[in-house]
DNA sequence: ACAGTTACGCTACGGGTCGTATCGAAAGCG
DNA sequence: CGCTTTCGATACGACCCGTAGCGTAACTGT
């Protein structure tokens, strides 16, 4: 999880991997019960049974303890190819507001992205842990679709990559906005709308039947 | 900009109104130099030239300061009638990115937004402070693109404001996330590729001219 | 078994910010 | 000139920060 790979260290008293899982634990409730603007590293130490300066030892700050905490909490997306384009995005859709949904998840992301405006290693932490690990599900969908013949092939990588980043801030953005932004649920007939959209574009997207 | 909005209290000393604005102003300044989290009210004060107190008196605190110094950057915002939807989307997304590129919207904004998640009345001031207020960019576009006959006219008014709020997630969501969370730049080809998305869907998306 | 090395828990500390209270002076109104 | 409200200044206890010091625990190589 953080820079000590394998096996940096082969002697001395090993870091214990249970105290690393509690206090990543001990956040994320702490973001549930308090956010982020009243969580305290003190605290934090205190759920998980730990001293403060363990905490510190292991991480820089609150910020990059965060990122840890809710990186995880995204590791449990996977796409559900479920034979058609549209089918596949609403379904992405939906388990990503899922977790969007968590209050551990809307509290910590936005706030650390906040600061990650400052902080440029922050900014690279989130984008390793989170954004890029991520992106997976938008070149497994392309394929899939691709395979299907339901997108062209895409032969230049550069151009393929463009349009792959700017599906995945389409969708995350969208996701995201509607969830913290406009603070509205994401209901399935807004996934089916969002997958109308990009799908059929604007013009030909006939109003769904009424619900 | 708060409770006080003609003539409540016709006697006594009043309140000073440029002190609102250097306050305001002194928030953004603050916001430049050291972010979000090292902002403290009381250099906001000092910056501002009033006592610590006067602040409090009218801001119950850093997060409802920072709501208000952050609209008013959002109130530039205009739809350029460029005579065709593609161009008013691409106009507005660039407008747009262009506020978020600057520091103080940029800290400010998410952060208000990421606290806005455990506090309701934060959330309803944001809404009516930045979000409803600029959802006219939508409804403008929206007007002129029916008149231009590239949109379908919509009569139930319960599907288009769902269309309206619909939209409005995926586009300042797009740009939002491709300015904090990808932290890439939006340009012009990255605009045109969003708008490219939102008329024709993502099948019909060629790739755009190299360059 | 023993020395060497690293992690751990605990406690304590100076420094900074918070939000509030208090007070006298200033600014408008009748 | 009285009344009301705001303003500036200062002081205050409470809290959290991040670090330092120390003795103990865990693991490794010889």
């Not at 559900?80 to 089918?87: E, I, N, R």
């Amino acid at each position: 999880m953080q820079s000590r790979s394998s096996a940096a260290h082969a002697t001395g008293r090993p870091r214990s991997a249970a105290a690393d899982a509690a206090i990543l634990e001990a956040t994320r409730a702490a973001l549930v019960e308090l956010g982020w603007s009243k969580l305290t590293l003190g605290d934090v130490a205190t759920r998980a049974g730990v001293a403060k300066t363990t905490l510190y030892r292991r991480w820089a700050g609150k910020n990059e303890l965060v990122v840890d905490a809710v990186a995880e909490l995204f590791d449990e997306l996977e796409l559900p190819d479920s034979g058609s384009l549209a089918a596949d995005i609403e379904g992405v859709v939906l388990q990503f507001a899922a977790i969007l949904d968590r209050p551990e998840a809307k509290s910590g992301l936005m706030a650390v992205v906040a600061e990650a405006t400052r902080d440029g290693a922050l900014r690279a932490r989130i984008r390793a842990s989170i954004v890029d690990r991520q992106k997976r599900l938008v070149l497994e969908g392309r394929a899939h679709a691709q395979a299907r013949g339901e997108l062209p092939a895409e032969d230049d990588p550069g151009t393929a990559s463009r349009a792959v980043d700017l599906i995945f801030d389409v969708v995350a953005g969208a996701v995201l906005h509607r969830t913290l932004v406009s603070a509205e649920p994401v209901t399935e007939d807004w996934a089916c709308g969002l997958a109308q959209i990009l799908l059929q574009g604007l013009p030909e997207s006939a109003p769904p039947p009424p619900g």
